[in-house]
């Protein structure tokens, strides 16, 4: 069992930037591919990007390459996204989620692939 607690969220300006934070507890968090995904009232949620087990491979969606980036840090069961140039469309819950897997080099970018998930944390972003 893993409990993954998303921080970080808030209420910013277009351009402006945030940093969402996920703490993972349970298993041992290195053994997990991390992602990050979205949903906006009244939308599905939605893929945003995801980090390897080790960190060495990332993926992101279309629209927040280049201006978001994900990272994580195994000696503290964390993983984060800087989140720059903040645009109105970003505006969702955002949610951390945690697959547990054998191939250290990859992960996955469909939500169902996904083994736990966190309780979500709010971007708002004005215009």
């Known amino acids: 069992q893993v409990q993954l607690v998303e921080s970080g969220g808030g209420l910013v300006q277009a351009g402006g930037s945030l940093r969402l934070t996920c703490a993972a507890s349970?298993?041992?968090?290195?053994?997990?591919?991390m992602g990050w995904f979205r949903q906006a009232p009244g939308k599905e949620r939605e893929f945003v990007t995801a980090i390897s087990r080790s960190g060495g491979s990332t993926y992101y969606a279309d629209a927040v390459k280049g201006r978001f980036t994900i990272s994580r840090d195994n000696a503290k069961n964390t993983v984060y996204l800087q989140m720059n140039s903040l645009k109105p469309e970003d505006t969702a819950v955002y949610y951390c989620a945690a697959d547990f897997r054998l191939v250290a080099g990859t992960a996955p970018v469909t939500p169902g692939e996904y083994d736990y998930w966190g309780q979500g944390t709010q971007v708002t972003v004005s215009s």
């Open positions: 349970g298993r041992t968090f290195s053994s997990f591919a």
